[in-house]
């Protein structure tokens, strides 16, 4: 349950004159790193059985290739989605790629994926509804797609932060379920290693 309401109170705060400032302040420390690495633990909310699914692994963001997951509890997999891709990887390693090819809903939906997890121009009130409180140091933004094909799949996105750090991002569906990621253990650099690159390329 905390899983599902965890800072849901932000969209009774509508970006204003007051922390638009504030949030520019954010959007660039988001962006501010090449790279962004650490753990993760995954809690999918199932409404309709009120049930949280719970999963963990490490992950990399990578702000000029994309975001990388790799699953290691409960089961091993991993997951590379890109603007031109989503690679999935089976615990056999078999990759399985899904193109985007001519698809606008994949490569938008993509930016705004890409743009939740790690801020930059995209993040903006061009693409979103935006709610915000708190402090540059320690805040949380509610986001709202404008785009009616990627609010049938991502109905709303809660951020939190503190200290700088991207705390958790919490996806909000349609259907009532929801997916939370906490990150741990955040580390950032200046480029990927060999062995990084080669997780964004198909």
């Given at each position: 349950?905390?899983?599902?309401?965890?800072?849901?109170?932000?969209?009774?705060?509508?970006?204003?004159?007051?922390?638009?400032?504030?949030?520019?302040?954010?959007?660039?420390?988001?962006?501010?790193?090449?790279?962004?690495?650490?753990?993760?633990?995954?809690?999918?909310?199932?409404?309709?059985?009120?049930?949280?699914?719970?999963?963990?692994?490490?992950?990399?963001?990578?702000?000029?290739?994309?975001?990388?997951?790799?699953?290691?509890?409960?089961?091993?997999?991993?997951?590379?989605?890109?603007?031109?891709?989503?690679?999935?990887?089976?615990?056999?390693?078999?990759?399985?790629?899904?193109?985007?090819?001519?698809?606008?809903?994949?490569?938008?939906?993509?930016?705004?994926?890409?743009?939740?997890?790690?801020?930059?121009?995209?993040?903006?009130?061009?693409?979103?509804?935006?709610?915000?409180?708190?402090?540059?140091?320690?805040?949380?933004?509610?986001?709202?797609?404008?785009?009616?094909?990627?609010?049938?799949?991502?109905?709303?996105?809660?951020?939190?932060?503190?200290?700088?750090?991207?705390?958790?991002?919490?996806?909000?569906?349609?259907?009532?379920?929801?997916?939370?990621?906490?990150?741990?253990?955040?580390?950032?650099?200046?480029?990927?290693?060999?062995?990084?690159?080669?997780?964004f390329r198909e």
């Amino acid at each position: 349950a905390q899983a599902a309401a965890s800072g849901a109170g932000v969209f009774e705060h509508p970006l204003d004159a007051a922390t638009e400032s504030v949030f520019a302040e954010v959007r660039a420390s988001l962006s501010a790193h090449a790279v962004q690495k650490g753990a993760f633990t995954q809690t999918k909310r199932i409404a309709r059985l009120k049930r949280d699914l719970v999963s963990s692994g490490s992950y990399v963001i990578a702000r000029e290739e994309g975001i990388f997951w790799r699953t290691e509890k409960p089961y091993p997999s991993a997951m590379t989605v890109t603007r031109r891709a989503v690679i999935q990887t089976a615990a056999s390693g078999k990759k399985t790629v899904l193109q985007a090819g001519s698809n606008a809903t994949f490569e938008s939906f993509s930016a705004v994926i890409s743009s939740v997890f790690q801020g930059g121009d995209a993040l903006s009130a061009d693409n979103f509804d935006i709610s915000f409180e708190g402090t540059a140091a320690r805040w949380t933004a509610g986001l709202v797609p404008k785009d009616s094909a990627i609010r049938a799949v991502a109905s709303r996105f809660v951020l939190e932060s503190a200290d700088g750090a991207l705390l958790a991002v919490t996806m909000h569906e349609p259907s009532g379920d929801s997916v939370r990621y906490d990150f741990s253990a955040t580390e950032y650099a200046d480029a990927l290693t060999p062995a990084e690159q080669a997780l964004f390329r198909e």
